[in-house]
C-alpha cells in the first residue's frame, strides 16, 4: 500500500505550487458547471492539520471536482457552486420570497426591504449594513438573511454557470440554493432499510413494501426511456398510494410519511426525465476521498489542501472523459463497420 501511494504524494508535491495545474482545474470547474443544466452534489469529512473540514464533490457525466472546505453549511456549499469565489449578496425579490420560506420573522423582513436594493455588497460591506439596521437581530436570523442575500446574488451573476438543478440527499444545506432539488431515490430507500422491526408480521410488511419501492423504482427507470403523458399520471397516482397508504407498522407509517412530503423532489423527474434517479456518482467520488483519509489521514496545509482538491479532480476528470470518448469511437466503429 504504501509503494502504491508514492506517486500520488510525488505528482501532489509537484503541482503544490504550479499555477499550471490549477488552471486546467479552474477551466474544467466552469465547463463542467456549464455542461449542463443539473449537476451531483455530495459531501464528506476531511482533515486539514487536524481540524475537520469538508470535502464537497460536484459532478456530472463528464467530470468531477473536489473542493475541501471549513464548513459544510449552506454559505459553504453555495461557495463551492462559484468556485470558491468571494461571496457576494444582494437584496432583490428573489432575496424576500426566500426569507419568507426561511421563516424569518416580519419584522426583520420589513426592515430589510427598506433597505438598498439590487446593490451587490461584499461580505464587509453587507454585515456593515445589517449592523447599521438591524444590529439586535439574533444569530440565526442573522445567518438566514445572509443566506437569502447569497442565493439571490448567486441566481443573478453571470461570471460562473448557474446550476438549475442539484441532484442530491436531503442534507438542509442543500436546499434552495437552486431552481430545483432531486432528491436521490437511493438515499431515500436507505432510511427503510434502517428499520428494525422484531415482529413478523411487521417484518413482512416492510419486505412488502421494499418490493413495492424497488418495483416503483424500475418503473421510473422504464419512464425515463419512453415519458408519456398518461405514464406520468399513472406514477403519480401510484406514489401517492405506495406512500399515502397505511400499514399497521407505525414505524413504517412514519417514514413513508416523511417520503410522502417529498413528492415534489422525489418526482421531479416526471418533468425532467434526463435526471439521473440517484446520486451514486458523488457517493462514489467521495469514497475516493475517505480511501485517501484512511492512507494519509489528513493534509498538513491549505496548499496541500488545494493540491490534493487539484489532482484529484483531474484525475477523476481524466478518467471520465476517456471513457466518454471511448464509448463514442466504438460506436461510430460500429456504424462504419454497419454501413461497409
Not at 67 to 77: A, E, F, G, H, Q
Not at 222 to 229: D, I, R, T
Not at 309 to 317: G, P, Q, W
Not at 327 to 338: G, P, Q, Y
Request: net charge positive; glycine share 4%; with cysteine.
Amino acid at each position: 500500500m504504501g509503494f502504491q501511494c508514492q506517486p500520488v504524494i510525488y505528482q501532489i508535491r509537484r503541482i503544490k505550487n504550479s499555477s499550471k495545474f490549477e488552471s486546467e482545474f479552474n477551466e474544467v470547474y466552469v465547463s463542467g458547471l456549464a455542461s449542463s443544466p443539473w449537476q451531483h452534489l455530495d459531501q464528506t469529512s476531511a482533515r486539514v492539520k487536524g481540524v475537520n473540514h469538508t470535502t464537497n464533490i460536484i459532478c456530472n457525466p463528464l467530470y468531477t471536482v473536489y473542493s475541501t472546505t471549513l464548513r459544510k453549511d449552506r454559505l459553504s456549499v453555495l461557495g463551492v457552486l462559484q468556485k470558491n469565489l468571494e461571496l457576494e449578496f444582494i437584496l432583490s425579490p428573489l432575496t424576500y420570497q426566500l426569507l419568507d420560506k426561511f421563516n424569518v420573522p416580519q419584522k426583520w423582513s420589513h426592515q430589510i426591504k427598506g433597505l438598498l436594493r439590487e446593490i451587490p455588497l461584499k461580505g464587509d460591506e453587507f454585515n456593515f449594513l445589517l449592523n447599521q439596521n438591524l444590529g439586535s437581530v439574533g444569530s440565526q436570523h442573522r445567518t438566514r438573511i445572509l443566506e437569502a442575500a447569497a442565493i439571490a446574488f448567486y441566481a443573478q451573476q453571470s461570471q460562473i454557470p448557474v446550476i438549475k438543478t442539484l441532484v442530491t440527499d436531503d442534507a438542509p444545506q442543500f436546499k434552495l440554493l437552486t431552481d430545483d432539488l432531486f432528491l436521490c431515490w437511493v438515499h431515500e430507500a436507505r432510511h427503510y432499510k434502517k428499520l428494525s422491526p422484531f415482529v413478523t408480521c411487521h417484518q413482512k410488511k416492510l419486505d412488502k413494501f421494499l418490493d413495492d419501492f424497488w418495483d416503483y423504482y424500475r418503473e421510473l427507470l422504464a419512464y425515463k426511456n419512453s415519458p408519456s403523458g398518461l405514464e406520468k399520471l399513472r406514477l403519480k397516482s401510484n406514489f401517492l398510494e405506495i406512500f399515502g397508504s397505511l400499514s399497521g407498522y407505525e414505524q413504517l407509517d412514519e417514514r413513508k410519511k416523511l417520503t410522502l412530503s417529498k413528492i415534489s423532489e422525489l418526482l421531479l423527474v416526471l418533468e425532467h426525465p434526463e435526471l439521473p434517479l440517484h446520486n451514486n456518482p458523488a457517493e462514489l467520488a467521495a469514497r475516493t476521498i475517505v480511501q485517501r483519509r484512511n492512507i494519509s489521514y489528513a493534509t498538513q496545509t491549505c496548499e496541500g489542501t488545494k493540491a490534493m482538491d487539484v489532482f484529484m479532480s483531474l484525475v477523476a476528470t481524466t478518467r471520465k472523459l476517456y471513457h466518454f470518448f471511448k464509448d463514442v469511437l466504438e460506436i461510430k466503429n460500429v456504424k462504419s463497420k454497419t454501413i461497409l
